[in-house]
């Protein structure tokens, strides 16, 4: 039988072996891909979108939460907003009038994540308590106000870091969780469906930050974690990802997918967004920006959205910028954090509202901001 130390020396020589192919197969790749987006758009004539400071502008600045917010959800339809924050509430908002429709007090003050259901009548939450919440906004309140809890999704080994129902699908929804998996849940039974990951080889073997379910397909889902790695799932396999992504150095916080379904972007602690194609595994385009200058240290990026062409990206930092850049030639074209009536601290999510026509975000300085675009509907 072998000792511990041969075990942890054989061990060590198959990662090093894996690190090795895996380089081996990156280098390949960047042989057989000999561009990237950015220079094929330059090289084909392609002009970078013209940005005004007057062209996205914050037009509503959301007051209520005494906590720093760490999710925010928009309803697929109507004009309301969900957010979370470390107060332990949920706050559902008219973004048209600023007015709070419901303030739910949570048992579990440490909430990580928020999602409304596609029909926009309830609404979900997870956090430390390693559960998913559900709550019917329809529900009468009780003596002291508090809404009561309609499902509570047990399951998780770890704290529930994000949290998407299926589109156009009430009674299901996936979350993400620091114990390294994915689950689809049937939210009528709150009973799991399936499990991503886990024991399964080819799952995670980190915490998963962010999922992101294909609008166009939506068997289909990918999930970012503090693996470095993106990997995407059919909700019909559960006990293997279909594909791995490579490419990020340290921790993937969010993962979107692209409008056609096609491809998908992610944030990343390496200061980095980057954009995939799914089905090849390539990476098309690295959208990086310089260290800060007063420290030299990189800000890490916290959340990502797509504008319903695709032709923008919006990626919030943990310094308080949030950069607009233009997917296809990689440049910043704007960035919020230096206009008038910017965030005073950490960006910490953001999301595009389903219209296209504003984007809102979320800082640690307890405050949602509504940004709203005046003449690019047509780039947007």
């Given at each position: 039988?072998?000792?511990?130390?041969e075990?942890?020396?054989?061990?060590?020589?198959?990662?090093?072996?894996?690190?090795?192919?895996?380089?081996?197969?990156?280098?390949?790749?960047?042989?057989?891909?000999?561009?990237?987006?950015?220079?094929?758009s330059?090289?084909?004539?392609?002009?970078?979108?013209?940005?005004?400071?007057?062209?996205?502008?914050?037009?509503?600045?959301?007051?209520?939460?005494?906590?720093?917010?760490?999710?925010?959800?928009?309803?697929?339809?109507?004009?309301?907003?969900?957010?979370?924050?470390?107060?332990?509430?949920?706050?559902?908002?008219?973004?048209?009038?600023?007015?709070?429709?419901?303030?739910?007090?949570?048992?579990?003050?440490?909430?990580?994540?928020?999602?409304?259901?596609?029909?926009?009548?309830?609404?979900?939450?997870?956090?430390?308590?390693?559960?998913?919440?559900?709550?019917?906004?329809?529900?009468?309140?009780?003596?002291?106000?508090?809404?009561?809890?309609?499902?509570?999704l047990?399951?998780?080994?770890?704290?529930v870091?994000?949290?998407?129902?299926?589109?156009?699908?009430?009674?299901?929804?996936?979350?993400?969780?620091?114990?390294?998996?994915?689950?689809?849940?049937?939210?009528?039974?709150?009973q799991?469906?399936?499990?991503?990951?886990?024991?399964?080889?080819?799952?995670?073997?980190?915490?998963?930050?962010?999922?992101?379910?294909?609008?166009?397909?939506?068997?289909?889902?990918?999930?970012?974690?503090?693996?470095?790695?993106?990997?995407?799932?059919?909700?019909?396999?559960?006990?293997?990802?279909?594909?791995?992504?490579?490419?990020?150095?340290?921790?993937?916080?969010?993962?979107?997918?692209?409008?056609?379904?096609?491809?998908?972007?992610?944030?990343?602690?390496?200061?980095?967004?980057r954009?995939?194609?799914?089905?090849?595994?390539?990476?098309?385009?690295?959208?990086?920006?310089?260290?800060?200058?007063?420290?030299?240290?990189?800000?890490?990026?916290?959340?990502?959205?797509f504008?319903?062409?695709?032709?923008?990206?919006?990626?919030?930092?943990?310094?308080?910028?949030?950069?607009?850049?233009?997917?296809?030639?990689?440049?910043?074209?704007?960035?919020?954090?230096?206009?008038?009536?910017?965030?005073?601290?950490?960006?910490?999510?953001?999301?595009?509202?389903?219209?296209?026509?504003?984007?809102?975000?979320?800082?640690?300085?307890k405050?949602?901001?509504?940004?709203?675009?005046?003449?690019?509907?047509?780039?947007?």
């Open positions: 039988m072998a000792s511990v130390a075990l942890k020396e054989k061990h060590a020589a198959a990662t090093a072996s894996v690190n090795s192919l895996r380089e081996r197969l990156r280098q390949r790749r960047e042989m057989l891909l000999d561009t990237d987006v950015a220079r094929y330059k090289a084909h004539g392609r002009a970078p979108v013209s940005f005004n400071p007057t062209d996205l502008v914050c037009c509503r600045t959301l007051q209520g939460h005494s906590g720093k917010v760490y999710s925010l959800d928009w309803t697929p339809e109507k004009n309301w907003i969900v957010s979370a924050s470390q107060d332990g509430r949920l706050i559902v908002w008219n973004a048209l009038t600023s007015q709070k429709t419901h303030a739910i007090k949570l048992h579990c003050p440490w909430v990580m994540t928020c999602a409304f259901a596609p029909n926009g009548q309830s609404v979900a939450c997870g956090g430390l308590d390693s559960a998913c919440s559900i709550f019917n906004l329809n529900s009468q309140a009780d003596r002291d106000g508090n809404m009561p809890v309609s499902r509570i047990t399951g998780h080994k770890g704290y870091s994000s949290c998407q129902y299926v589109p156009d699908q009430e009674t299901r929804l996936i979350t993400s969780s620091g114990d390294q998996t994915c689950v689809l849940w049937d939210v009528t039974t709150g799991r469906i399936s499990i991503f990951g886990g024991e399964f080889p080819s799952g995670h073997t980190a915490d998963v930050q962010s999922v992101s379910i294909n609008s166009s397909n939506t068997n289909m889902f990918v999930s970012g974690s503090c693996d470095a790695t993106v990997r995407l799932w059919d909700i019909r396999i559960a006990s293997r990802a279909v594909r791995t992504y490579h490419g990020h150095e340290a921790d993937v916080n969010s993962v979107k997918f692209f409008p056609d379904g096609h491809r998908f972007g992610t944030g990343s602690d390496d200061g980095t967004c954009l995939f194609d799914m089905r090849t595994g390539h990476q098309l385009q690295v959208y990086s920006r310089e260290p800060d200058r007063n420290d030299n240290e990189l800000p890490t990026v916290t959340s990502i959205a504008s319903i062409s695709g032709r923008l990206l919006f990626a919030g930092y943990s310094n308080g910028d949030c950069y607009v850049w233009d997917t296809l030639l990689a440049e910043v074209v704007l960035n919020l954090g230096n206009l008038q009536n910017s965030h005073d601290g950490r960006i910490s999510c953001l999301g595009m509202s389903s219209d296209g026509s504003a984007l809102c975000t979320g800082s640690w300085d405050n949602l901001k509504i940004w709203a675009f005046s003449g690019h509907r047509k780039i947007v």
